[in-house]
């Protein structure tokens, strides 16, 4: 099975950075993707890692842990704008096949 | 940009109706997926094509059904709408390879009454 775990809500002032978490348990893992999302808008690709290590990317950054099944989204230098969903999603290897499997997404409020 | 298109955008109809959501790219990706999302919740995938000819269920049972007679095209059918139906639809694609991101469509929000 297959299981993609983020908090639910999270908020942080204008200018402060902010670390979204998520964990994951599947098999055949091929990459972890991360999105943002407004709301009553598609998602929009911001970063993909299928190696161990951080992967920055202007203001921001996606870190990926294998072993432990973890991954983390840092935005830094918040802006208003920023306020969206964050989803995580773990591409998942199926024979010749891959599926995206995307969590259920976590809700940045970022306050003056 | 990303070239990927849904419509319509919204839809309201009737419980018993027949309805086709559309959904199309022109950059040529041979996968295509499509995603059911109720407000604030997460995407569940109910239907993924890697090519012409070729569709699969996704994690989600769906009563739904999907055609995948061009590359460029990948409709999504109900053959008789009921209230548990609305929610919305999220239609994305994507290149084969390992770095491909899928590139999403802006939805079709239904409602069935």
């Known amino acids: 099975g297959q299981n993609i775990d983020q908090p639910t809500e999270m908020t942080a002032t204008e200018g402060a950075i902010v670390q979204i978490n998520c964990t994951y348990q599947?098999?055949?893992?091929?990459?972890l993707f991360w999105y943002q999302q407004h709301a009553g808008e598609a998602p929009t690709f911001l970063s993909y890692?299928?190696?161990?290590g951080l992967e920055e990317k202007g203001r921001f950054s996606s870190f990926l842990s294998r072993s432990k099944g973890y991954s983390y989204l840092l935005l830094k230098e918040l802006q208003m704008k920023d306020s969206a969903s964050y989803l995580c999603?773990?591409?998942?290897?199926?024979?010749?096949?891959?599926?995206?499997?995307f969590g259920s997404g976590t809700r940045l409020l970022v306050r003056p | 940009e990303a070239d990927i298109y849904q419509t319509p955008r919204y839809l309201v109809i009737g419980t018993g109706k027949k309805i086709t959501l559309e959904c199309s790219q022109t950059m040529g990706h041979d996968k295509m997926y499509w995603y059911q999302q109720d407000p604030g919740m997460e995407l569940h995938l109910i239907h993924y094509s890697y090519g012409v000819n070729s569709t699969e269920k996704g994690d989600l049972s769906s009563e739904s059904t999907v055609s995948r007679i061009r590359t460029e095209h990948f409709p999504l059918t109900l053959e008789s709408a009921r209230p548990s139906h609305t929610s919305q639809y999220l239609c994305a694609s994507s290149e084969y390879g390992e770095e491909a991101e899928a590139f999403f469509g802006q939805g079709t929000r239904l409602t069935v009454v």
């Open positions: 999603a773990v591409r998942r290897r199926m024979d010749s096949s891959y599926k995206l499997i």
């Open positions: 890692n299928v190696l161990d």
């Open positions: 599947t098999s055949g893992f091929n990459g």
